[in-house]
Nanobody, 121 residues
Framework: QVEVVESGGGLVQPGGSLRLSCAAS????????WGWYRQAPAKERELVAS???????NYADSVKGRFTISRVDTKNTVYLQMNSLKPEDTAVYYC???????????????WGQGTQVTVSS
C-alpha cells in the first residue's frame, strides 16, 4: 500500500507565495510521475502541473510562469512552488503519484487527501 500526504496549504494574500509538499511512502519500487491537481468549488478537478521520472514538466496555461513543480527522488517527495498567487488559484490541491510496488508488473495512481489553498485579502 502507498500513502500520499500533502502539506503546506493555507491562507495567503494575492501576490503572495506558498509551497506545497507531497510525500509518498509505503511499498514503492519505482515512481513514474507526479502530478498536482486542484478543484475549486463547483468546478471540475484540473491538472495544475506534472513531472515525469525523466524530469519533463507540464503546466496548465493558467499557472505557467508562476508555479514550479520539482521533486526529490531520494525522499519520494514532490513540491509545488506557487508564486504571484491570484484569488482564482483558490482550491483544494491534490497530489497524485504513479508508482509501482516491489515485484509488481504494473503501476497505479495514488492520491492524497488534498490541502486547501485560499488566496484572499
Amino acid at each position: 500500500q502507498v500513502e500520499v500526504v500533502e502539506s503546506g496549504g493555507g491562507l495567503v494574500q494575492p501576490g503572495g507565495s506558498l509551497r506545497l509538499s507531497c510525500a509518498a511512502s509505503g511499498n514503492i519500487e519505482r515512481i513514474n510521475a507526479w502530478g498536482w491537481y486542484r478543484q475549486a468549488p463547483a468546478k471540475e478537478r484540473e491538472l495544475v502541473a506534472s513531472i515525469s521520472s525523466g524530469g519533463s514538466t507540464n503546466y496548465a496555461d493558467s499557472v505557467k510562469g508562476r508555479f514550479t513543480i520539482s521533486r526529490v527522488d531520494t525522499k519520494n517527495t514532490v513540491y509545488l512552488q506557487m508564486n504571484s498567487l491570484k484569488p482564482e488559484d483558490t482550491a483544494v490541491y491534490y497530489c497524485t503519484v504513479n508508482a509501482g510496488a516491489w515485484g509488481a508488473l504494473t503501476t497505479h495512481d495514488y492520491w492524497g487527501q488534498g490541502t486547501q489553498v485560499t488566496v484572499s485579502s
